[in-house]
Every structure is written in structure tokens, then in C-alpha cells.
């Protein structure tokens, strides 16, 4: 950490601290930087990870809410009220992670208030629409459904108000810049998050299946996976930690070929990863993390060819990609690709440049110009 950082009071705020994904890997490098800053979120449920030892973690209200303090999506209406109740008057820094509420918060003039955004909030802005469609409330989709038009508008505006609230945002692709500056007519500075190269050393020998990584929500696109692969009966597993009702309606029709792995170790994934002929990463993604850990296995990449998957890519070399986020266009592209091969090193190579060490003295060199100044 640079001297000037080095006596300040700093506060990381997340949205909420529940499963183990891209954004949380980003909070895990943004806490390396600050060893003695407090986290504050609306719930916490990760007590057993090393990662969390030590800290001084405050929750919100919403963490004492039997059934709301599980799901983030029934506490939607309650977030903002519960990041602006929090107290931060006594920090120099505040660094909110956020694709939801966390930037809500409210710090003093002379607090320097950065926000690291993965993408403005989805279920008001860029995805609204499938958010809405695929609502998971149980008995309370109905009213969900007929509520959320009603209500999304005053919600827009809150969050819109809210954006303002940051002194500078950081993005984490040129695709979240352009939401950033679209929906909070903001600039932002471009950091690419990152990933920790040390954690894949080993080259596996590659075994006949594809791969893909990830919660089970509409945008990732699982159900895209699904339809392929049951027609094209190639093998096929899917790793996932959501076990929620479009998890279980998409492997109640997969198909014999597919193998769903649910809640498993990291061990595990990573072996997949060195093992997997191709990672597949079908969504429209600000910012997607999962891929690099696979090229980092020396593993190639096949993507649906749009936004972050054209930002860092050497096409050909690390990644194929499908143009229609259709079975027929992945499938095309798949073909392609079991007549191509790849240089590892090439794939290792294009890896590293997003070390985690990359992310971080970025960062750390932002905050420090910007304390400055």
C-alpha cells in the first residue's frame, strides 16, 4: 500500500456477502489492499471463509429478517434505506463494490467515496425486462409481476439519484462504462478485476467434455447450454451454486450427456477447468471472470461474441466465438472448433495480464491520484 493510504480509515461496502462468485473474488483482492478496513452490507453469510477472518463486519437490519435476509431480491425495497442508515462518519475512504445498492451510502464531504461498479443496478437498467419474466418468488410471483411495473420507475429514479452519490466510479470493462455513463451520466476509469494466476499451476491432460461455471440466473444463459447440448449429444457439465427453480426445471430436461454439479468444492472446479476440452461462457457479460480462470488451465474459450468477450481476447488463439445466442450458432461454432488446436502458452499468456497484482496496483494507484489531487 503507498504511504498516503497508509493512516486513513477505510470502509469496503458490498451489496451483500452470501455466495462465493466473480464479485466477491473482486472483494476478496480489494480487502488484500486495505489488511484494516471494515466491511459493511446488508446480510452475511460467509462466516467459515478465511477471507472474512478478523474483520470488523456490520450488517444491515435486513440480516435479522427471517425469510427477506435470504434473498436479495424480497429485500429489493428495503436495501436502500438499509446502506443509508449505515454510519460513516469516521472514515477517510469508502470503496463500494457494487452491481445493486451498496453506493447508496452516504459519507461525509471531505470522505472519498470511489465506487468500483461491476455493472449499474441489472433488474432496474440493461435487464429489467428478463428479470421480470423470470421472477422467483414462489406464491408471490403474481403480485410480484403486477407490482414491479408499478414500481420500477420510482426505483430508477432513486437509484439514478443514488449514482450521484459516489465522488469517482471505477469500472470493470469498457461495456460497464458505457452502461455507467447511459443510465448515471457518469465517466468512470477503466480497471479490469483479476484473477489469482497462482492458483492454477498445473496443465491436466484434457478429457472429452465441455465445460461451463456459474449461478444459474437467466442472463448466464444455462438454458441456452441445455438446448445445444441435448441436441448435438455432446458431453457437457454444468457447475453451479443456485439451486433455485430454474436450476432444477433445467436439469429436470437435460438430457443424459449433461452432468450438473451443484455446491462443489473449488478443488474440484479447478480440476474441471484443467480437464475441460473448451470453457463455454454463453451470456452477454459486463465483465466475466470464469473464463480467464479457464484459459489460465490452459483451457480455450468458446463465447458469445459480444461486449467484455471483444475487449480482451486474441480471437483464434484463446477464444472461438458464436455470433446468435441460438443452439445452431453455438453448435456452428463448436464444430469449429474441434477442427482447430491451441498453444497453451499462448492461452497462459493472455491470462496473466490479468493477474490479481495487475488489478490491485491499479486501483490502489486511482485512489491514491485521486486522494491527492
Keep these: 500500500m503507498k504511504n498516503c493510504l497508509k493512516n486513513k480509515r477505510v470502509a469496503i461496502v458490498c451489496d451483500w456477502i452470501k455466495d462465493w462468485w466473480g464479485a466477491e473474488l473482486v472483494l476478496s483482492h480489494i480487502l488484500e489492499m486495505f489488511p484494516d478496513a471494515d466491511i459493511y452490507t446488508s446480510v452475511f453469510y460467509q462466516e467459515w471463509n478465511p477471507v472474512f477472518e478478523g474483520r470488523k463486519i456490520t450488517t444491515s437490519f435486513i440480516q435479522r429478517i427471517p425469510l427477506l435476509n435470504k434473498s436479495h431480491k424480497l429485500a429489493l425495497t428495503l436495501r436502500p434505506m438499509?446502506?443509508?442508515?449505515?454510519?460513516?462518519?469516521?472514515?477517510?475512504?469508502?470503496?463500494?463494490?457494487?452491481?445493486?445498492?451498496?453506493?447508496?451510502?452516504?459519507?461525509?464531504?471531505?470522505c472519498l467515496h470511489i465506487c468500483y461498479c461491476h455493472t449499474p443496478t441489472r433488474y432496474f437498467w440493461s435487464h429489467y425486462h428478463e428479470f421480470r419474466d423470470m421472477m422467483e418468488f414462489g406464491i408471490l410471483n403474481p403480485l410480484a409481476k403486477l407490482m414491479m411495473p408499478r414500481i420500477v420507475h420510482k426505483l430508477r429514479n432513486w437509484d439514478f439519484c443514488a449514482a450521484q452519490r459516489p465522488d469517482l466510479f471505477v469500472a470493470n470493462s469498457q461495456n460497464t462504462q458505457s452502461r455507467i455513463r447511459k443510465y448515471y451520466w457518469r465517466e468512470s476509469e477503466l480497471v479490469y478485476p483479476g484473477i489469482d494466476i497462482q492458483d492454477f499451476k498445473v496443465a491436466k491432460e484434457k478429457q472429452d467434455f465441455y465445460l461451463a461455471v456459474g449461478r444459474c440466473i437467466p442472463y448466464k444463459k444455462f438454458d441456452l447450454l441445455v438446448d445445444t447440448f441435448n441436441k448435438n449429444g455432446k458431453e457437457l457439465i454444468l457447475v453451479t451454486n443456485t439451486d433455485?427453480?430454474?436450476?432444477?426445471?433445467?436439469?429436470?430436461?437435460?438430457?443424459?450427456?449433461?452432468?450438473?454439479?451443484?455446491?462443489?468444492?473449488?478443488?474440484?472446479?479447478?480440476?474441471?477447468?484443467?480437464?475441460?476440452?473448451?470453457?463455454?461462457?454463453?451470456?452477454e457479460e459486463d465483465f466475466g471472470l470464469v473464463p480467464l480462470e479457464a484459459i489460465a488451465s490452459w483451457t480455450p474459450v468458446i463465447a458469445y461474441k459480444k461486449w467484455w468477450a471483444l475487449e480482451t481476447v486474441i480471437d483464434w488463439k484463446t477464444w472461438v466465438f458464436f455470433?446468435?445466442?441460438?443452439?445452431?450458432?453455438?453448435?456452428?461454432?463448436?464444430?469449429?472448433?474441434?477442427?482447430?488446436?491451441?498453444?497453451?502458452?499462448?492461452?497462459?499468456?493472455?491470462?496473466?495480464?490479468?493477474?490479481?497484482?495487475?488489478?490491485?496496483?491499479?486501483?490502489?494507484?486511482?485512489?491514491?491520484?485521486?486522494?491527492?489531487s
Excluded at 82 to 110: G, N
Design 244 to 283: 433455485n427453480k430454474l436450476y432444477k426445471s433445467l436439469k429436470a430436461r437435460s438430457k443424459e450427456n449433461i452432468t450438473w454439479k451443484l455446491n462443489i468444492s473449488r478443488e474440484e472446479t479447478l480440476k474441471l477447468y484443467w480437464e475441460a476440452q473448451a470453457f463455454i461462457f454463453p451470456p
Design 323 to 372: 455470433d446468435q445466442q441460438t443452439p445452431e450458432s453455438l453448435n456452428r461454432s463448436l464444430e469449429n472448433f474441434e477442427t482447430m488446436s491451441f498453444n497453451t502458452k499462448v492461452l497462459r499468456k493472455h491470462a496473466e495480464q490479468f493477474d490479481k497484482q495487475v488489478f490491485q496496483e491499479k486501483l490502489v494507484g486511482f485512489i491514491e491520484r485521486n486522494l491527492l
Design 82 to 110: 438499509a446502506f443509508e442508515r449505515f454510519d460513516l462518519s469516521e472514515y477517510d475512504i469508502v470503496i463500494s463494490s457494487t452491481s445493486a445498492e451498496s453506493k447508496w451510502v452516504i459519507t461525509k464531504p471531505e
